[in-house]
């Protein structure tokens, strides 16, 4: 059984940062890549950074130069690290990792952007 697990999120002042990190316990086969969603009160789940199996990036516009993603092979672990972070960062983040056949989810981790 595969499970992934964040940790990081908190309470941070406008322009701070935070890392979060997601590990993924069990046996993960087929992995294609890993990343964040994020979810704000009142609106869609959105996708933030995303790294895959060959070590590509895609960042959400919105994130473009303040995150980052990074990966651990071996532990099977993502990071991003969020820098000069906005109130608008606000949300639940949510790792998750995608194989054949199937994708795996974290339960979510919330961060809050204090202005």
């Known amino acids: 059984q595969v499970q992934l697990v964040e940790s990081g999120g908190g309470l941070v002042q406008a322009g701070g940062s935070l890392r979060l990190s997601c590990a993924a316990s069990?046996?993960?086969?087929?992995?294609?890549?890993m990343g964040w969603y994020r979810q704000a009160p009142e609106k869609q789940r959105e996708l933030v950074a995303q790294i895959t199996s060959g070590g590509s990036t895609n960042f959400a516009d919105s994130v473009k130069g303040r995150f980052t993603i990074s990966r651990e092979k071996v532990k099977n672990t993502v990071y991003l690290q969020m820098s000069s972070l906005k109130p608008e960062d606000t949300a639940v983040y949510y790792c998750?990792?995608?194989?054949?056949?199937?994708?795996?989810w974290g339960r979510g981790t919330q961060v809050t952007v204090s202005s």
């Open positions: 998750y990792a995608l194989t054949v056949p199937r994708d795996y």
């Open positions: 069990g046996s993960i086969f087929g992995l294609t890549a």
